[in-house]
């Protein structure tokens, strides 16, 4: 690894984005109801990606945010591969959690339809939205792009998520539907909003340490 990579932020930045779509994916698989409102087990630590991937495209720029958006998506599949291929082997006789084994990590294909679909044209949409209101209107005002990003994002996100994964994940008129969805994306449209004054510092912490790592 070249010294400019060592120091640079961005492979760690790429680690942490892989690694909460990741567990997303898994807790995702849960339905869960907080009273009236429906949403899925991923509701907490989903909208935290949105916000790496809002860094990584403002600091780095579209190409590197759909590189980190790939990876994450071919991490989720080889991860999915390898929890069926686990399943999949015979148990040793010492082993009596199989079922168990089988029913946390057995994610159903439905599920990571939905999830991958939703990950991938959401946070590309959130990236491209971002880089292109600052090509247009330059670097100013970013709290109003990384709002309008988000809130484009994670509608499609939500959006196509829901629609696939509905009947799956205990959703079975069209009112749970629509309580899904709206409560999904105003919650993590809101939690973009909550933590803009951590993202404000983040964006400017990374671009002087590219800084320094470039010099």
């Known amino acids: 690894m070249s010294p400019r990579v060592s120091r ?19 807790t995702a698989q849960k339905g ?52 069926y291929i ?12 199989d079922d168990t084994f089988a029913a946390v990590l ?27 209101m600052k090509d247009r209107f330059g670097a100013q005002r970013l709290w109003a ?4 990003s988000t809130v484009i994002g994670e509608f499609a996100d ?11 994940i205990g959703i079975d008129s069209f009112g749970a539907f629509l309580n899904y969805v709206v409560v999904g994306f105003v919650w993590k449209t809101a939690m973009e909003v909550v933590l803009l004054p951590v993202t404000y510092p983040t964006i400017a912490a990374v671009r002087r340490a590219e800084e320094r790592a470039a010099a």
């Open 145 to 148: 792009r990384l709002i309008s």
């Open 86 to 97: 686990a399943i999949w082997l015979p148990a040793a006789e010492f082993y009596d959690m």
């Open 8 to 26: 640079s932020p961005y492979p760690y930045l790429l680690a942490l984005f892989c690694a909460v779509f990741l567990i997303s994916n898994i």
């Open 32 to 83: 869960v109801a907080l009273g009236p409102l429906i949403t899925d087990g991923a509701f907490f630590l989903f909208p935290i990606s949105y916000v790496i991937g809002d860094v990584i495209a403002e600091v780095y720029g579209f190409k590197a945010a759909r590189r980190a958006v790939f990876t994450g998506f071919g991490i989720a599949v080889v991860a999915v591969l390898s929890f």
């Open 158 to 168: 939500t959006l196509l998520f829901c629609s696939i994964a509905a009947s799956v």
């Open 106 to 132: 057995g994610l159903l294909p439905q599920i990571v339809a939905a999830s991958l679909t939703g990950y991938v044209v959401g946070q590309l949409l959130n990236a491209w939205v971002l880089q292109r």
